[in-house]
C-alpha cells in the first residue's frame, strides 16, 4: 500500500524497506524522543508528588472551609434568613439541632472537627460544640432554644450565633485575613482584630527585615573573602576554602550551640570583655535569645551561601582585565569600580537571592536562639502545623511566603536579568 | 470505588507495616531522663514483646498527617492534656474498652483510681508534672524566695527570671501572684479583664526574662547565672537534685500541675501488642515504679500509695516524695491546669502572648 502510493507520488525519498525516508526519520525520532522522556520520568514523578501535589494541597488548603457547611448546611441557611438584629430564631436553634444530631449518626468525628474549625473563629466553639453534642441526646423538642440555652447558657448569646456568619461559606480568605492580623465580622466585613493581638504583620516585618540584614550582612562580609579565594596563590586559597567550606559541613545544630555558648550574657564574649574592663558586669551585652542573635547566626550560616557563587565568578575573571583598565589610565579603585565589579554582578545576585530565600522561610535557627523578639514568621508556621492543627492557617502563611519569593524572582529578573544569574 | 481502593491501600500499608517492624510496639515519648523512666518501668517489665521508643515534640501535627494518609506507624503516644482532648475530638486517637484495664489493689476499676476526672475513652493515665520556680541555692543573699509572688517581684530578688515562649501556667502563676484565689484561677481567666491582669503582672518581670523553649534550657540558665530564677518542669529540677546532686532549690508555691496521658494512635500497626502495653504500663505496680527514676507524680491514686509506704523510693535510695509535684503539702498551693480552657482559648491566648513577647 505505502509502495504504490510512493511510486503514484514521485520524488519522495524512499528507504530500503519502501517507507518514505520522512515517516521513517519522525519514527525512529519518537523513539529516541519516548527514550529521553523515560530519562526524565523519574525526576518528573519526583517533582509532581513531593513538589506540585503538596503545594497544591497547600494552596486548596488556606482557602477550604467545607467541612463546617458539611456539618451545619441547614444552620448556614436559616442563619442567612435572620436578620441579626433581633434575637436567634427558633428556627435557627432548631437547624443546629437537627446538624448536629444527624452529623452525629452518620460520622460522630466531624462533629468534633467542626468544633476545633470553629473554636478558630471564636474562642469556645470546640467546648460548646462538645457539651451539646453530649447532651443533645437527651433533648426533647421542639422547642429546641431553652433546652440549648439549659444545656449551655452561651446558646442565649447573640455572638455565639453572630459568629457563624465567617465560617457561611465553603471557600474562605478567612486564613489569609488572620495571617494578617484581620478577620471576617459576621456580615464578611474585613475587620482589623484587637490590638493586644496583632502578632502576624509584626512578624511578617520582622522575618523580611532579618532576611534583609542578612542578605546585606552576609554580602558585606562574602565579598572581600571570595575576591581572596579566587587571586590568591593555590595553597593559600585552598586552605581558605577549607576554612570556608569546614562550617559548611559541620552540623548546623553544633554551629547553633557553639554560638550560644559565645554569645550568652555569661558566655565567651561577654566575659572577655568584662574581664578586660571594657564593660561592667551589669551592662553584660545581650546577644543572644534576640533579634540580635538571630541576626549573627543566620549570617554565620548562611555566608557559605554567598561566598560560593560569588566566589565562582570571580574565578572566572582574567586578572589581565583589571592589569588592561590601569594600563589605559585607571587608578586601582577606579579599575575595581568600573571593571571589575560589574562582571562580579551575577555571582552577587545569585548569592544574594539564595540567601534572602533561605533566610526568608529560616526555622530553626530562629527558634532556637531567637527568645523573645527574634522569631520569624516560619515559626509561627510550625507552631499552627504541629501544636494548634491549625492547618489552614499556617497554609495561608506558607502561600504568602511562596508568593512573596515569587515576586521577589520576578522583580529580580525585571531589574538584574535571570539569564545574567550565575549559581557556580 | 475510590473508598475501596483507599480501603485496599490502606490495608496493604498496614500489613507492610506490621511485616516491617515485627510487631513491635511504637512508643512515642518526649526522650531524655522521661523515656528512660518509661523503658525501665514499662518496657523492660512487659513481657508482650518489643518496645521502640520514638522522641518527638509534641503536637499532633504529626499524628494527624499519618492518620489522614492512611500510614500510620505509631502506636502509642504519650500526649498532653490539650492534645489528648483536641486529639480524641479529631478521631486522631482509638476509643479504649475500658474494662481491659487493671483495677487498683482494693478493687477500684481504674478509672476511678486517677487523680483528676477523666477527659474521655481515648486516655489512660501516665503522670501529673508542673511548671515550678526554682533557684540555685545561694543566688539570694537574706531572705529566700518562697511565693510565687517572689518570682515576679524583681526589687526584691533581683536578677534576670527564665520563662518558656509559650502563656501555659504563665497566666495562671500571674494571676495566682497577684492575689487571686487558687479556686478562682480559671473564672477569672474567662474574662477579658482577668487577662489583661495576668499581663500586668507578666509585664513586671519582661524586661529581666529571658525565654527558653526547651526543657533542659531552665537548668542551664540558672546554673551559668544567666538568670536568678527560672521556671522549669519540675521532673528536670528533681532529676539534677536527685541524680546530680545539684544544689537547686524549688519553689513549692502556685506551681501549675499538668496532665499526661498514653492514647492509641488510630489505625495502629501492632494494635493488639500496643493494647496489651497500655494495660501493663497503667497498672499501679509500673506506675508506681516509673517513679523510682523520675519524679514525675502517677496519675494514679493507687500508685502514689504504694510510692509513699515504701520510701526511699527513687532508684539510688533517696526519699522521692519531697520532689512530688502532687504529693498532698504542696496540694493546696498548687493551680490544676484546666485542659478545657486551654483547648478553647489557648490558641488566642498565644497570639497575645506572641505579640507581647514581640513588642
Not at chain 2, 494495660?279 to 494514679?300: D, F, L, S
Request: glycine share 8%; charged share 20%; aromatic share 10%.
Amino acid at each position: 500500500m505505502a509502495n504504490s502510493e510512493a511510486v503514484a507520488t514521485p520524488g519522495v525519498l524512499l528507504t530500503a524497506d519502501g517507507t518514505p525516508l520522512k515517516v521513517s526519520l519522525q519514527k525512529s525520532l519518537r523513539r529516541s524522543k519516548l527514550r529521553a522522556m523515560l530519562l526524565v520520568l523519574p525526576p518528573l514523578l519526583f517533582l509532581v508528588f513531593l513538589f506540585v501535589l503538596p503545594i497544591g494541597n497547600m494552596l486548596l488548603r488556606s482557602i477550604d472551609d467545607s467541612l463546617v457547611n458539611q456539618v451545619l448546611p441547614t444552620t448556614f441557611k436559616e442563619f442567612k434568613a435572620w436578620d441579626k438584629t433581633t434575637d436567634p430564631p427558633e428556627s435557627l436553634y432548631a437547624a443546629f439541632y437537627t446538624d448536629i444530631t444527624r452529623t452525629l449518626e452518620e460520622d460522630k468525628l466531624l462533629v468534633g472537627k467542626a468544633g476545633v474549625r470553629m473554636n478558630y473563629d471564636k474562642p469556645g466553639w470546640r467546648s460548646l460544640i462538645k457539651i451539646s453534642a453530649r447532651k443533645f441526646k437527651k433533648v426533647e423538642g421542639p422547642p429546641y432554644k431553652e433546652a440549648m440555652i439549659e444545656i449551655d447558657k452561651r446558646w442565649g448569646e447573640k455572638e455565639w450565633w453572630l459568629s457563624l456568619g465567617a465560617m457561611k461559606d465553603e471557600r474562605t480568605l478567612g486564613y489569609f485575613l488572620n495571617a494578617v492580623d484581620k478577620k471576617y465580622d459576621f456580615d464578611k466585613n474585613i475587620i482589623s482584630v484587637d490590638e493586644n493581638r496583632k502578632v502576624y504583620n509584626l512578624l511578617w516585618y520582622r522575618t523580611l527585615l532579618v532576611s534583609f540584614i542578612v542578605t546585606i550582612a552576609c554580602l558585606v562580609l562574602a565579598y572581600p573573602v571570595s575576591y581572596l579565594l579566587a587571586t590568591l596563590p593555590m595553597r593559600f586559597s585552598n586552605l581558605l576554602m577549607i576554612c570556608v567550606l569546614m562550617p559548611f559541613w559541620t552540623s548546623l545544630l553544633v554551629r547553633i550551640v557553639a554560638w550560644m555558648i559565645m554569645l550568652q550574657q555569661q558566655g565567651v564574649v561577654n566575659d572577655t570583655l568584662v574581664g578586660l574592663g571594657i564593660l561592667d558586669t551589669e551592662n553584660r551585652l545581650a546577644m543572644m535569645y534576640n533579634f540580635n542573635g538571630t541576626v549573627i547566626v543566620m549570617t554565620q550560616i548562611l555566608l557559605p551561601f554567598m561566598i560560593l557563587p560569588i566566589y565562582s565568578v570571580m574565578k572566572t575573571i582574567p586578572p589581565s582585565f583589571m592589569r588592561a583598565a590601569q594600563n589605559l589610565g585607571a587608578t586601582p579603585t577606579l579599575a575595581f569600580l568600573r571593571v571589575y565589579m560589574p562582571q562580579t554582578i551575577p555571582g552577587v545576585g545569585a548569592g544574594c537571592i539564595l540567601v534572602f530565600i533561605v533566610a526568608i522561610g529560616y526555622y530553626i535557627t530562629p527558634e532556637l536562639v531567637g527568645g523573645k523578639d527574634g522569631r520569624l514568621i516560619g515559626n509561627m508556621v510550625a507552631y499552627h502545623m504541629q501544636r494548634t492543627l491549625n492547618w489552614g492557617l499556617a497554609a495561608a502563611m506558607g502561600t504568602i511566603l511562596l508568593a512573596a519569593i515569587l515576586i521577589l524572582y520576578w522583580a529580580y529578573d525585571k531589574i538584574v536579568g535571570v539569564d545574567n544569574m550565575k549559581m557556580g | 470505588m475510590q473508598t475501596v481502593i483507599k480501603q485496599t491501600l490502606l490495608a496493604s500499608a498496614l500489613a507492610a507495616a506490621s511485616v516491617a517492624v515485627q510487631a513491635d510496639v511504637n512508643v512515642v515519648s518526649w526522650g531524655g531522663a522521661y523515656t528512660a523512666s518509661q523503658q525501665k518501668a514499662y518496657a523492660d517489665t512487659w513481657e508482650g514483646g518489643k518496645v521502640n521508643f520514638v522522641n518527638y515534640n509534641g503536637g499532633l501535627g504529626e499524628i494527624r498527617t499519618q492518620v489522614e494518609s492512611g500510614t500510620v506507624t505509631w502506636d502509642v503516644v504519650d500526649v498532653l492534656p490539650s492534645e489528648a482532648r483536641v486529639g480524641c475530638d479529631e478521631g486522631l486517637f482509638e476509643e479504649l474498652d475500658r474494662s481491659i484495664f487493671a483495677p487498683a489493689p482494693d478493687g477500684t476499676p481504674m478509672d476511678d483510681d486517677l487523680m483528676v476526672p477523666l477527659p474521655n475513652d481515648c486516655v489512660v493515665p501516665q503522670i501529673w508534672w508542673s511548671y515550678v520556680p526554682f533557684y540555685e541555692e545561694g543566688t539570694f543573699s537574706g531572705d529566700q524566695p518562697t511565693t510565687i509572688a517572689d518570682f515576679f517581684d524583681i526589687e526584691k530578688f533581683p536578677g534576670k527570671r527564665g520563662i518558656h515562649t509559650w502563656p501555659n501556667a504563665l497566666i495562671e502563676m500571674a494571676l495566682v501572684a497577684d492575689g487571686v484565689a487558687i479556686a478562682d484561677v480559671y473564672d477569672v481567666m474567662s474574662t477579658e479583664e482577668g487577662i489583661d491582669r495576668a499581663f500586668a503582672t507578666l509585664d513586671k518581670i519582661k524586661d529581666h526574662s529571658v525565654f527558653w523553649s526547651s526543657g533542659s534550657k531552665p537548668l542551664e540558665l540558672v546554673k551559668s547565672g544567666e538568670v536568678a530564677m527560672s521556671l522549669a518542669y519540675n521532673g528536670r529540677i528533681g532529676a539534677a537534685v536527685l541524680s546530680e546532686g545539684e544544689k537547686f532549690v524549688t519553689v513549692w508555691d502556685g506551681q501549675v500541675l499538668e496532665e499526661e496521658w498514653l492514647v492509641l494512635v488510630k489505625g495502629a500497626p501492632n494494635r493488639e501488642e500496643a493494647l496489651d502495653f497500655l494495660v501493663h504500663a497503667t497498672a499501679t505496680e509500673q506506675q508506681a515504679g516509673q517513679a523510682r527514676h523520675i519524679n514525675y507524680g502517677p496519675m494514679r491514686v493507687s500508685a502514689f500509695a504504694v510510692i509513699e509506704e515504701g520510701e526511699p523510693w527513687f532508684h539510688n535510695g533517696k526519699n522521692i516524695m519531697e520532689h512530688m509535684p502532687n504529693r498532698p503539702a504542696v496540694m493546696e498551693r498548687s493551680v490544676v491546669a484546666n485542659p478545657e480552657w486551654w483547648a478553647d482559648y489557648g490558641d488566642s491566648v498565644s497570639e497575645r502572648y506572641t505579640a507581647w513577647m514581640g513588642q
